[in-house]
């Protein structure tokens, strides 16, 4: 074979760009890198010989790899020894090739990529595990194989090890989110099982999982509270919520759309998607159609256009039917006779609904004129008489214990008057629940 190995020469190219590439970090968006990673996945894979010692079945570089560090003749890296280790205990992988995927990327920001190689070549057992023509067979490519590695090891990769999903599949990695949401008994979402995979298909609007805003209709629902979820996981997902209904919910999601792809979609999931009959046209334009809708719609990415009309102290009674009283009240002016302390405002306000509380903003010039949580708001509703009138009612917890205020707001829109009162409802009923 010639020493100036096509495979090689574009190893040492793909490696030269990242040296040069001072100004940018060698992460998993980094647009070289899945090619790189091709390319020595090749290498490996490329004139494996069969050995009854170290394969049991077809030829898999894992295999050797993870195999050689017994042998206490040759002293590997720790950083090596921890790769493999890792690997192993890893549960998600099942087949040899997505651990050997996992293997090449812990190597690669551990810097012990060479261990391996440097194993072979010292030992001279390269024929043992390669036929004589390919690289890792030949004795001078294996050197020079072995130097391109070791620069490896000067350069920084810094990839997240523990986004293994539908890598046994392509080295483009999806788009994964972990959040928590507030302690509930339910996520508001259906999911649909196309084989391993709980896919998004519907969403209550009003539900937990929409108001956090990080799933969407197509995405794949990986875990809740750190159990892995798939085929086996159907009829049993209340009861990963139930187990800890006192604690935030913690979700791992796999996003449908791709970001640093300019939002298009993640193509292994084109599958499962069609599978399960959703739309995949739909789902890759749902970005553009929400950027277009923060141009136009009242509801605005700073929340809920609205009119704060004021509050009152209305005294130790904070049910919702002290609510529409206040409005009923307010419209026959009788807080303007001194009877109660009226606040008047009449301001065009945000009106914010987020997960552990709800926020007022000033819409000219953007200042939080208050933030009150779930846990101090007692009631929310509206009056059947002044339609587009509403409000909530606070506890005054520190200023007078046992004493409630009514905040009273206007709004245009019939349809955002009920999904802020549901939200509202939705947010301190969760609440509830914490501790």
């Known amino acids: ?51 009854n010692k170290y394969f049991s079945r077809d030829e898999e570089p894992y295999e050797w790899m993870s195999e050689v560090v017994k042998d206490r003749s040759w002293k590997f890296p720790f950083q090596y020894k921890h790769a493999i280790y890792e690997v192993r205990r890893n549960e998600l992988l099942k087949s040899r090739l997505g651990k050997f995927r996992l293997l090449l990327r812990y190597c690669l920001v551990n810097r012990c990529l060479h261990a391996p190689v440097e194993y072979l070549v010292k030992t001279g057992k390269l024929s043992q595990f390669y036929r004589e023509n390919c690289i890792l067979g030949d004795e001078i490519l294996g050197e020079i194989l072995l130097s391109v ?29 972990s959040f928590e949401l507030v302690p509930s008994t339910s996520l508001g979402l259906s999911v649909t099982f196309s084989e391993d995979k709980a896919v998004v298909v519907k969403m209550d609007p009003y539900g937990p999982a929409a108001e956090n805003g990080q799933v969407e209709i197509g995405d794949v629902l990986e875990s809740i509270n750190d159990v892995h979820i798939d085929s086996s996981s159907r009829g049993k997902l209340r009861c990963l919520l139930k187990k800890q209904q006192s604690l935030p919910i913690r979700l791992t999601v796999i996003k449908a759309l791709k970001e640093s792809n300019n939002n298009t979609l993640y193509i292994p999931l084109r599958k499962y998607l069609l599978d399960v009959n959703l739309d995949i046209l739909q789902i890759q334009n749902r970005r ?40 009923r009240d307010m419209m026959k002016f009788r807080y303007q006779t001194g009877e109660k302390s009226w606040s008047r405002f009449n301001k065009h306000v945000f009106f914010q609904i987020g997960e552990m509380s709800l926020r007022v903003l000033d819409s000219d010039t953007g200042k939080v004129i208050f933030d009150h949580p779930y846990m101090d708001i007692s009631s929310c509703g509206s009056s059947p008489i002044y339609y587009n009138y509403f409000g909530y009612v606070k506890g005054n917890n520190i200023e007078d214990p046992g004493q409630f205020t009514c905040y009273i707001f206007y709004t245009k829109k019939n349809d955002d008057l009920t999904m802020m009162l549901s939200s509202i409802g939705q947010g301190f009923k969760r609440t509830t629940f914490a501790v």
């Open 288 to 327: 553009k159609e929400v950027n277009c809708e923060d141009i136009s719609r009242d509801v605005s990415r700073d929340g809920y256009k609205c009119v704060f009309v004021g509050s009152v102290k209305i005294g130790m009674e904070g049910d919702s039917r002290q609510i529409e009283k206040t409005i």
């Open 1 to 51: 074979m010639s020493v100036n190995d096509p495979a090689i020469r574009d190893l040492k190219a793909c490696t030269q760009r990242f040296l040069e590439d001072k100004s940018a970090k060698i992460d998993d968006e980094h647009r070289y890198l899945p090619s790189f990673c091709q390319k020595i996945e090749t290498i490996f894979y490329t004139g494996l010989r069969n050995s």
């Open 149 to 177: 590695f070791l620069q490896c090891g000067t350069i920084k990769f810094d990839l997240d090890l523990n986004n293994v999903y539908f890598l046994e599949a392509t080295w483009l990695l999806p788009d994964v989110v």
